[in-house]
């Protein structure tokens, strides 16, 4: 029933491992997103995929690689973690049409923790 | 570019008290605006949205109202309980081909019995 699940829920891991977050959405969307949620509760977005194609890449440090086998799958592979990495990290879908977004449906987050 | 600011917090307030978050835009175009709500330890729900200058948005009792000559899409409810404590953004997307979500900060909502 969960229309964008995320695993792991929690990630502890220790400075300078490789890590992957696994993201997949059951709503036919065409469009998804990784978001990283900062102690703050800002939000900020890092990714995006429309088809499977990359559409949006922030300036992020190229340590993180996104990867959509298909369009119900985006998953964040991270090299090198470091300290500030730590996050709430966010998939999100939507469905598109033209220029138009209908709204995000997101993940329940994972917390990374890098010690 | 876009950019989203929405009143600083942390809001507090008592039981059935009204509330109002400000939220205000820059965006190109005309952007379709949202709300969302983060409850503790969850992901964001979309709350309302509305399309189109002078829509209103409506959903478990908020309302918001795209206002194009103030760049405002403030939200309110007439009654607050302590199930609405949560973080909630206000967002735009201004359309363009990236499908872009641009977050406010968040303002956090306590809610005391």
């Known amino acids: 029933d969960t229309a964008v699940s995320q695993t792991p829920k929690y990630l502890v891991t220790q400075m300078g491992n490789d890590k992957s977050i696994k993201c997949e959405q059951n709503l036919g969307h065409d469009t998804m997103y990784w978001y990283k949620q900062d102690s703050k509760k800002f939000l900020k977005i890092m990714f995006s995929y429309n088809n499977k194609e990359l559409i949006i890449n922030e300036t992020v440090p190229n340590r993180f690689s996104p990867k959509s086998p298909d369009k119900a799958h985006l998953n964040l592979h991270i090299n090198s973690l470091e300290l500030g990495d730590s996050a709430v990290y966010f998939c999100?879908?939507?469905?598109?049409?033209?220029?138009?977004?209908?709204?995000?449906?997101f993940g329940s987050g994972t917390r990374l923790t890098v010690v | 570019g876009d950019s989203v600011t929405q009143m600083e917090g942390p809001v507090t307030l008592s039981e059935e008290a009204f509330l109002t978050i400000n939220c205000t835009y820059t965006?190109?175009?005309?952007?379709?605006l949202f709300w969302y709500v983060q409850y503790p330890g969850e992901g964001l729900q979309l709350l309302l949205k509305a399309t189109k200058a002078d829509d209103k948005g409506s959903n478990k009792g908020f309302e918001a109202t795209y206002r194009k000559e103030t760049t405002s899409f403030h939200l309110e409810k007439g009654s607050v309980q302590v199930s609405d404590s949560a973080v909630y953004f206000c967002?735009?997307?201004?359309?363009?081909?990236?499908?872009?979500?641009?977050f406010g900060k968040g303002t956090l909502l306590t809610v005391n019995p």
């Open positions: 965006a190109t175009g005309y952007p379709s």
């Open positions: 999100a879908s939507s469905r598109t049409r033209g220029r138009a977004n209908y709204g995000y449906t």
């Open positions: 967002a735009l997307n201004s359309g363009g081909s990236n499908y872009k979500l641009t």
